[in-house]
């Protein structure tokens, strides 16, 4: 209420001192701002070679009086494949434009392009900028660059191919009860804070070794490569059962997201399978509020937190995987807490199993677990055979038959074969050689076949 006197009061004054010093033209013009028919004017033509296309979105004065528009401008410039044209006037830039009460305005855009390198970047962007009464406004411009199949906040089911890449835009949602499968060597590339998010549905990715899903960022120059939170990522919200077999998922912000379940207590709403997650923003693995996961031969590293975060009432069940908290990670590569915020709210973990999984990092301690415990039973937590990095060998009865690597203890390195290559490969002079014990994950991420017994990890010594 404070703040709405204020601006009266600011108006008010503003509005006496410019009546007093004789501008008497400015008492017919309003001091709002423009309301626009969109804030993102997208392109959905396909370029492949030279293309040339006209869209057009209105500018509208819902104010009681006059607005001059101080200046339009096309961010861009001359180097913009965009080109601007207002109530049929062409130019970059225009000036001093009267639009009165209650009218509108058309804007005409158009957009040349010319693809002749398979580096210019699938979505290109710029935006036109609308300076009213001290406030700049902008609608983005938005025009896809290559021959691809694009969505644009679209439901999608059914099945992705290969033959072109997929990118999206905004989001592509798998609504309840539908599905979508995606076949071995698709490329997926997603826009600034775009998702693929399965609501109530489920999501099949059925790569396969040498030829696996991809999913990364839409920028293909080589800068972008290494880039982290190019896009949001995978999100899971009581997804039905779902598979996740030989993807390779980068450079997101959260590389997936899984927040409850839709599935009984003896399913699980993802198994992923044969996954490499890493140079993500934020977390590589994050399993939120009931979420359930299955994982085996899954390499989570080089994460801005964690590799794995586990909060509130999660479950899960990981076999022969690599949690490594790597390049810039800020937070131990495995944090698991069973409440969210408030530690008087607690929540059961009902299965919680780490096997023959390494878990270390730059840190000391490269596993954290926040857990409160309020009767028997609520925390089922079963780590065994695993390498753990750590300040300190803990003692609770759920560690069984670990390897500790007790304050970054040389003696005791898995000795990667490169770590700054992400190739977590190791000799057979390394301490997790034959190490593990023997389940029913029969093969490496690589193919190899175990041994018996197994190494430690997603990828066997042989």
Partial sequence: MRKQVSLFLITFILGTLMFSSG???NNFTSTGNLEFSLDTLVFDTVFTTIGSTTEQFKIYNNNSKTIIIDEVQLMGGTNSPFRINLDGVSNITHESIELESNDSLFMFVEVTLDINSQNTPMIIEDSIRFKTNGLDQYVKLAVWGQDAYFYYNDTVQGSWTSEKPHVIYGYALVDSAQSLNIEAGTNVHLHKNALLYINKGSLNINGFLDNEVVF????????????????????????????????????????????????????????????????????????????????????????????????????????????LGFGSAQSPAIGIRNYLNDPNETASISEGVLYNSIICGN???????????????????????????????????????????????????????????????????????????????????LGNFRNNPPDIGAIEQN
């Fill in 23 to 25: 501008c008497k033209k």
């Fill in 216 to 323: 990364q960022g839409d920028r293909l120059e080589s800068l972008y490569d290494d880039v982290p939170g190019q896009y949001y990522g995978i999100y899971f919200n009581q997804a039905k059962a779902s598979i996740i077999d030989y993807a390779i998922i980068k450079n997101g912000t959260a590389g997936i997201h899984v927040f409850s379940s839709g599935v009984g207590p003896l399913s699980y709403a993802l198994t992923i399978r044969n996954t490499k997650l890493f140079n993500h923003a934020r977390y590589g693995l994050f399993l939120y509020d009931g979420a359930s996961v299955k994982g085996e031969n899954v390499i989570s590293s080089r994460n801005g937190f964690h590799s794995l975060l586990v909060l509130n009432d999660s479950r899960f069940n990981f076999n022969h995987c690599d949690f």
């Fill in 363 to 445: 840190l000391e301690t490269e596993i954290i677990l926040d857990t409160i415990i309020d009767f028997p039973g609520q925390l089922n937590l079963d780590i065994q055979n695993c390498f753990i990095q750590s300040e300190e060998e803990y003692s609770d009865a759920f560690y069984q038959n670990n390897i500790w690597r007790i304050d970054l203890d040389n003696s005791i390195d898995p000795q990667f074969n490169s770590i700054s290559d992400m190739d977590y490969g190791f000799s057979s002079n390394s301490i997790l050689n034959a190490n593990g014990f023997a389940t029913s994950v029969t093969t490496d991420i």
